[in-house]
């Protein structure tokens, strides 16, 4: 049975999530632990807006918000000037979408996540929807030929599917783009800080993210990155400048906090050793569920998963584990389990255990 190499110092990693001192937590999927670390710079700055009042809110207007972006779009290998801070992704994509309707044909995945489909129902697009394969997975290829037969100019896609935790080929996703002349629209919102990401290599198109889930932020954050080329095209079909447009009105400084802490501690403790204890946990996971007999539905192939394993169970067995304090969700036709850095090897033996009791 293969055993997950640990991160340095997980111990103490471990230790700033308060949640684990009662509670064998593997859902990061619904929502991301914060750190106690993350919740009181939280709170210093709701006493220093408290105290200072407009002086505190004109020093994130003249500097702390560029700050946060910076940060931001560090994550993923994005640039400062295409990068805007936003409440989440379903708020940011709500705001761009107007934007968008040059390119009225956009192609979903069907069953993807509902706030994702959302835009492209108002009056203007024209939704194409490429049905999962009966496995859960989404082909390739399927979507290459729905692009030669149907020229959408836009592809809208999770790259983790909420559902199964299926990853998608960012990369290869991007190439097809390209090749068919359509944008790459993409919500990381399920990868982002559990699975690495270059933007810019990959060539994605426009990608954004809410933070509460693997960044462990909290809510009320998030992003959007617009490569140059759809920003010069926005801005010149609409006659304003996108990430201006994004950027109007104001953020709530403690929540851009939350965001700046959690993002810097992931960058401190490494993207690649993160993914790498991750999946390895992933793998060690697979193996414990096979040895118990407990069917794994979705997450086997490390190439087509970033952080969640589904397994075949129902919303009775969540609660089972729930009364013994294993936190897991049901979604979809099976339980998910969300794995990240905080987790480690016990926490998949407790949830073994509590499975048969």
């Not at 939350?258 to 790498?276: M, V, W, Y």
């Not at 414990?288 to 998963?305: K, N, S, T, Y």
């Amino acid at each position: 049975m293969s055993a997950p190499s640990t991160l340095p110092g997980h111990a103490a990693l471990r230790a700033a999530y308060p949640a684990f001192h009662d509670l064998c937590y593997l859902d990061t999927s619904s929502m991301g632990l914060m750190a106690e670390g993350t919740v009181q710079a939280a709170q210093r700055e709701h006493e220093r807006l408290m105290r200072e009042g407009s002086a505190r809110l004109f020093e994130w207007m003249f500097g702390g918000n560029a700050e946060v972006a910076r940060t931001a779009a560090a994550s993923i290998g994005g640039s400062e000037a295409g990068t805007s801070l936003v409440q989440s992704f379903t708020v940011g994509l709500a705001q761009l979408a107007p934007l968008l309707k040059h390119r009225p044909k956009v192609l979903l995945i069907g069953h993807d996540y509902p706030t994702l489909h959302a835009p492209f129902a108002l009056p203007g697009f024209q939704p194409v929807v490429v049905p999962t394969e009966a496995d859960g997975t989404i082909s390739l290829d399927t979507v290459c030929d729905t692009l030669e037969r149907e020229r959408p100019q836009l592809v809208a896609i999770s790259e983790v599917q909420w559902l199964t935790g299926f990853r998608i080929d960012l990369s290869a996703l991007a190439a097809l783009c390209r090749a068919f002349g359509a944008w790459s629209l993409v919500d990381i919102t399920q990868s982002w800080c559990a699975v690495p990401l270059d933007v810019q290599t990959a060539g994605i198109d426009i990608v954004g993210a809410s933070g509460y889930k693997w960044p462990l932020a909290g809510f009320g954050n998030g992003f959007l990155h617009l490569s140059e080329t759809v920003r010069a095209e926005l801005k010149e079909r609409n006659g304003v400048d996108p990430i201006a447009m994004l950027n109007a009105g104001h953020r709530d400084p403690v929540a851009l906090t939350r965001l700046q802490d959690a993002l810097q501690r992931i960058a401190a403790i490494g993207p690649e050793r993160i993914a790498a204890h991750v999946n390895a946990l992933c793998a060690y996971a697979v193996d414990r569920f096979d040895a118990a007999g407990i069917p794994v539905l979705h997450g086997r192939r490390a190439e087509q998963r970033a952080g969640i394993l589904l397994l075949q169970g129902d919303e009775a067995r969540v609660k089972r584990l729930e009364e013994q304090r294993v936190k897991v969700a049901y979604r979809g036709k099976g339980i998910r389990v969300g794995i990240h850095f905080y987790n480690h090897t016990a926490d998949i033996d407790r949830l073994v255990e509590a499975w048969g009791k």
